[in-house]
């Protein structure tokens, strides 16, 4: 798929209009993944604005979105930042092969006390 | 007072207590939570995406289940990811479309259940005046820090269970049962969540700001509803405040802690 048609299937699975977006800012500042991610809930609105799918897919920062929607709900101006985030990773692991996490990965991560609920949703957000 | 409720997957196993204070306490109140037949794990997380339709159906199958009841949620992904859901299955035409198609339901679901989480049904149904009238135990003296996160509030529009900047609801819980809430600036930020796989440096990180910024301002202890959250704090932050589910409290409070 071309950088065009990948933007109107992540516009069109997220919901989102990038043109709603006015700049502020305030959805990176207030992200709680911000260190850890190369490019920021602003720069995901507008490089898919600009129709940049390839880069934002090839980037680790897909992978450090906690669902927290703390940008979804501070964003003056409604944009929901997070389900671009959530749109492109979905793009990215519905490849065969793409999986984030394998199962085979899992007993490393266990300790006695880790809920069940923090792989159910690492399964869910990393894999497919 | 009856209603359909929906334990999930960890109040089944590492969060028990979280699970099982509730039930003797909505007892004592007078509240009869049935637990849904046959209910399946919701997943843990809301799929944003709207052309996600496997991935929410566990959660409408709770929903439909419950339509003549409305359904009680405890745990706060759970409590998020259900309501979600039933807004989309209310305000998403294609997407209720898509799933009425596939379950083949007698009657279409549209999103008609009532969804509380049992805080909510502390406050909306049993009234914090009654349960205070109802505490055996008062947690006198006890400066609470109410840790709400990000799941049991956000998205506020959708969730509609208090305002999501600035909650009050885990401060009344307090009061009633005779504790003193402590208000602090992290109460409502994100604790590093499942990160908790794969980046422990950043779910420690996360964790410890809102441990400490509940201890600076004076906290003996920490509630939430959250089993992640309870964990997170307790194993990946650096604070040694203890971390208690709001039911333990309420149980101790009610006199009906085993
Ligand atoms: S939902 Fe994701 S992108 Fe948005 S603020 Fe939270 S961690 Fe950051
Ligand atoms: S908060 Fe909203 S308007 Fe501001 S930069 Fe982020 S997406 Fe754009």
Redesign the pocket.
């Known amino acids: 798929m071309n950088n065009e048609m990948m933007k109107e299937q992540v516009i069109r699975m997220s919901g989102v209009n990038p043109l709603k977006c006015m700049r502020c800012g305030k959805?990176s500042g207030?992200?709680?993944?911000?260190d850890e991610m190369e490019y920021h809930?602003h720069q995901f609105v507008y490089m898919v604005e600009k129709g940049e799918i390839d880069k934002l897919m090839a980037s680790p920062s897909i992978y450090?979105?906690?669902?927290?929607?703390?940008?979804?709900e501070r964003c003056p101006r409604d944009v929901e930042?997070?389900k671009l985030?959530e749109a492109i990773r979905l793009m990215v692991v519905r490849q065969q092969g793409q999986n984030h996490l394998k199962a085979n990965e899992i007993p490393a991560l266990l300790d006695n006390d880790l809920p069940q609920q923090a792989l159910v949703t690492a399964f869910r957000k990393y894999t497919k | 007072m009856v209603f359909s409720y929906y334990p999930g997957c960890t109040l089944k196993t590492k969060a028990k207590d979280l699970d099982r204070y509730a039930r003797a306490s909505a007892e004592a109140l007078g509240i009869t939570l049935n637990e849904l037949e046959n209910w399946q794990c919701c997943g843990g997380a809301f799929t944003m995406a709207r052309d996600e339709i496997a991935t929410k159906l566990s959660s409408v199958r709770a929903l439909e289940a419950s339509r003549e009841t409305g359904l009680v949620t405890l745990c706060s992904a759970c409590h998020n990811v259900i309501k979600q859901t039933n807004h989309a299955m209310a305000n998403d035409e294609e997407f209720a479309m898509k799933v009425n198609n596939y379950m083949k339901l007698d009657t279409p679901y549209h999103g008609e259940t009532k969804v509380i989480h049992y805080l909510e049904m502390l406050r909306d149904v049993v009234g914090f005046d009654k349960l205070a009238a109802a505490v055996k135990n008062p947690l006198k003296g006890k400066k609470i820090a109410a840790y709400y996160g990000c799941l049991l509030l956000r998205p506020g529009k959708v969730l509609g269970m208090d305002n999501p900047e600035n909650p009050q609801i885990i401060e009344d819980f307090i009061r009633a049962i005779g504790g003193t809430p402590v208000i602090y600036p992290y109460r409502n930020e994100?604790c590093g969540g499942y990160m908790a796989t794969e980046d422990k440096a950043l779910a420690s990180k996360k964790s410890t700001l809102v441990m400490d910024s509940a201890a600076e301002n004076g906290a003996d202890m920490m509630i939430t509803a959250c089993p992640l959250c309870l964990y997170n704090l307790t194993k990946n932050a650096s604070g040694a405040l203890p971390v208690y589910y709001f039911t333990e409290l309420l149980a101790e409070a009610l006199g009906v802690k085993e």
Do not use: G, N, Q
């Open positions: 959805c207030t992200c709680p993944s911000y809930p450090k979105c906690l669902s927290c929607f703390a940008c979804v930042p997070a985030v | 994100c």
